[in-house]
Structure formats: structure tokens, C-alpha cells
């Protein structure tokens, strides 16, 4: 199991450009969270897909998009970059919670280093 | 919304020295975690407490939950030099269902040998 994978490592993109980022998640899960961590920071909730819809959202602008496949793979875009955008971008992977009150671990890929110029 | 503030921002200890580090939390939770960065890498999940529970223990981990304080600790006893590392408590919210994990700023941790 190669566990969450990201792609690519590191990015480097000019201000007003647009980028796409990509994950697989962890086999067997059909659930993918996007997170934004700026330096010495901690991550920031972006969005969430499951069955490839937007499930629920954090306090990001619409430039920030997303999409999620038929296999669970998902993808991050960014329109009109901003030098704040920089940071590393996590995606995590889990199993949809049954209930309110139940939980399964999302785990982490290795991050897309993004830096806008 | 809620947001776990992890206290002290920095620590700097020798090896074999226990260390400790804080976080606090302002609205219910389900369940309340602890994940470890390795120099800007991806997140390690450490351990997870639930809301009903006041301790767990994982090998070299201790963690404690006071939700009437709305606080968490976690203790690595006998620090390694591959300890060093960043340490966030993360939590999820019971009041929307959220899944969403709400992470503090982070514990960084230098453990020298």
C-alpha cells in the first residue's frame, strides 16, 4: 500500500498563474481533505470531496477549486495565485464517518510545496 | 471556530528528558489528536483521545484531556534526537459533525543529543 501520494514535490508559479495539484489517496479510502499550511503555521482546512462532490468547505476563496474522480483521486486548483498563497499543500485520505460521533483517521501525503514569485 | 493553541511554541531539551507540551481547544469536540512534522514534511498521526476519555497511552506518549478545561497535553517520556520535530493537536468538531481536523500553530520540539 503506497499510502497517500502527492504530486508534484515542489512548484514554482509566477503570480496570476493558475496550478493544479493531485493525490491519490490511501487504498480502500474514498474520502479526500485539502489543507493549506503557510510557514510555521499549522495546516488550514480547505475542502473536502466524497463521491466527488464538495462536501464541506473552510474559509478559502473561490479561487481555490477542486475535484474528485470516479477513483477517488482529487485534484487542488488555485486561479490567479497571490505571493500569500505560498505554502505547503497537504491532501489527507480517509473513510466517510458513519455517524456524528464516529471517526476514521485521515492520513496524510508528503505535501506539494507551492511558492508564487 | 475552534482552534487548538498548542503551548510552548518552541522547546529545547536533552535526550533522555521528558517533554510536555500543551494545547488548548475552545468549543466541544469529538475527539482530539496529535500529529508530528518532520521539517515541513507531511503529518504523522501520533495518537487519538476521544472526548469521553482522560488518558491514553502509546508506547513513549501520554496524552490527557480535561474537556471541562478544554485542554490536552502530551508527554514524550525519555526523548530521542528523532523526536525533534514539530507537534500539532488537531480537533474535530461535535457541534456541526465537521470532519474537518482544526490544527493549533504547533509545538516545535529540539531534542539535543
Known amino acids: 500500500d503506497a499510502g497517500v501520494t502527492q504530486s508534484p514535490t515542489h512548484l514554482i508559479k509566477t503570480r496570476g498563474q493558475q496550478v493544479t495539484l493531485r493525490c491519490s489517496p490511501k487504498s480502500g479510502h474514498d474520502t479526500v481533505s485539502w489543507y493549506q499550511q503557510a510557514l510555521g503555521q499549522g495546516p488550514q482546512f480547505i475542502f473536502q470531496y466524497y463521491e466527488e462532490e464538495e462536501r464541506q468547505r473552510g474559509n478559502f476563496p473561490d479561487r481555490f477549486s477542486g475535484h474528485q474522480f470516479p477513483n477517488y483521486s482529487s485534484e487542488l486548483n488555485v486561479n490567479a495565485l497571490l505571493l500569500g498563497d505560498s505554502a505547503l499543500y497537504l491532501c489527507?485520505?480517509?473513510?466517510?464517518?458513519?455517524?456524528?460521533?464516529?471517526?476514521?483517521?485521515?492520513?496524510f501525503g508528503p505535501g506539494t510545496r507551492l511558492t508564487v514569485l | 471556530s475552534q482552534q487548538g493553541e498548542e503551548d510552548p511554541q518552541a522547546l529545547s531539551i536533552q535526550e533522555g528528558e521528558n517533554a510536555t507540551m500543551n494545547c488548548s481547544y475552545k468549543t466541544s469536540i469529538n475527539n482530539l489528536q496529535w500529529y508530528r512534522q518532520n521539517s515541513g514534511r507531511g503529518l504523522v498521526h501520533l495518537i487519538l483521545?476521544?472526548?469521553?476519555?482522560r488518558e491514553k497511552h502509546s508506547g513513549r506518549l501520554r496524552v490527557t484531556l480535561d474537556t471541562s478545561k478544554k485542554s490536552s497535553s502530551l508527554l514524550i517520556t525519555a526523548s530521542r534526537a528523532a523526536d525533534t520535530a514539530s507537534y500539532f493537536c488537531a480537533t474535530d468538531g461535535r457541534e456541526d459533525g465537521s470532519e474537518k481536523l482544526v490544527f493549533g500553530k504547533g509545538t516545535k520540539l529540539t531534542v539535543n543529543p
Open positions: 483521545i476521544r472526548s469521553n476519555e
Open positions: 489527507a485520505s480517509s473513510l466517510a464517518i458513519e455517524d456524528l460521533y464516529s471517526y476514521n483517521e485521515q492520513f
